[in-house]
């Protein structure tokens, strides 16, 4: 199977229009023309896992966390990084990184650790903004319903659990075609005057391209004239974050017994426990102290993520119970997240979850 098929799969999935600015996503080592019988899907890329792709003759790596981040001068020996690409390199292997636009989507990780604990009515924690365009077009009466349900199907005017959302209006439109124009109502070299809907929608930005093909490809019209604007509305489809209630309170220290059994979490930091039930829960998987503040104004009684650091746990300010399970645990269900959307799509495609445990952290 070629690449850009599985790469395909994968960003539908998670655009990477979604993916933060600070990140590296995508194709890193090899090209979408490759053609791949298997893929490895890892947490990490360490020299054990491209070991291990090389001795199965995989084609293919799939990480959540990129292996190139920085920016790279020279591909040698000197460090893990390097050795690594090199190793791939020589070995036709491709490597690919689905980082934070994962992170952002409603079925993504973050959905994924919701599941696992059990958190109903789940929404994202931080929604992002200026991830909304409005789309304007003009169209003549007869073709205006063609034409909505054709931009609908690729995915315009939802709007919380609406969808079918379009402003119309009728007005009039002219025209005149010049010299080598083929007109679809009127004559060349006269001025033609048609009456037409006008036609308001909104969009996420990631289903700009496929929305303008469905107008394009569903429009009568020669030339089609349309508008897109940028929004400064917030969308709370995608973000950083999810949160949530448990189906009914739970006592404290249960709760957080069970956080370490569901996620295997040798060691949890907590701040002081301040309630003895909880149900409204808030997470981030990876590193989600920048949530925090967040999480307390959605008066989440807990907010669960990794890597807080020790004043990040002042900032608790005796108003949420922060809990640290780790960076490594908070995500390790991600590959089985990224198996799920290759076999879904690809069911007969040998998409397999590494042997490999690449949590650096250990726990004496």
Known sequence: MKIAR???????????????????????????????N????????????????????????IA???????????????NPVERMVTACIRNNIAVYAIHTNLDNVPEGVNKVICDKIGVKNQSILEPKMQQLRKLVTFCPTDHAEKIRQ??????????GNYDSCSFNMDGQGTF???????????????????????????????KERQILKAL???????EVAYDVYSLENEYNKVGAGMFGVLESPEPTHNFLERLKSIF???????????????????????????LINRAIACNADVFITGDIKYHDFFDADGKILI?????????????????????????????????????????L
Request: include cysteine; glycine fraction near 8%; hydrophobic fraction near 40%.
């Open 64 to 78: 959540h966390h990129p292996l190139i981040f920085k920016g790279i001068k020279k591909i040698g020996n000197r």
């Open 264 to 290: 295997d979490v040798k060691c949890l930091r907590h701040t002081r426990i301040i309630s003895a039930i909880v149900q409204r829960i808030a997470v981030c998987g990876g590193s989600g102290s920048f």
């Open 150 to 159: 054709s931009i609908f199907d690729a995915g315009a005017g939802h709007i």
């Open 176 to 206: 005149r075609g010049l010299e080598g124009a083929n007109p679809f109502v009127g004559e060349a070299n006269r001025i033609h005057f048609e009456n037409e809907v006008r036609i308001e929608t909104i969009f996420p930005v990631f």
């Open 323 to 363: 809990a640290d399970i780790g960076h490594f645990e908070s995500e390790q269900f991600t590959t089985e997240l990224i198996r799920d959307v290759l076999s879904e799509k690809f069911p007969t495609f040998a998409a397999r979850i590494s042997k490999v445990n690449t949590n650096p952290v250990f726990y």
């Open 6 to 36: 599985i790469i395909e799969a994968l960003e539908a999935a998670a655009p990477p229009s979604l993916q933060e600015s600070y990140d590296n996503a995508g194709l890193l080592i090899g090209s979408p023309d490759d053609e791949v």
């Open 38 to 61: 298997s893929a490895l899907i890892t947490l990490d890329v360490t020299e054990d896992v491209v070991s291990e792709a090389i001795g199965s003759s995989c084609g293919l790596i």
């Open 216 to 222: 394009l490809s569903a429009h009568p019209y020669e």
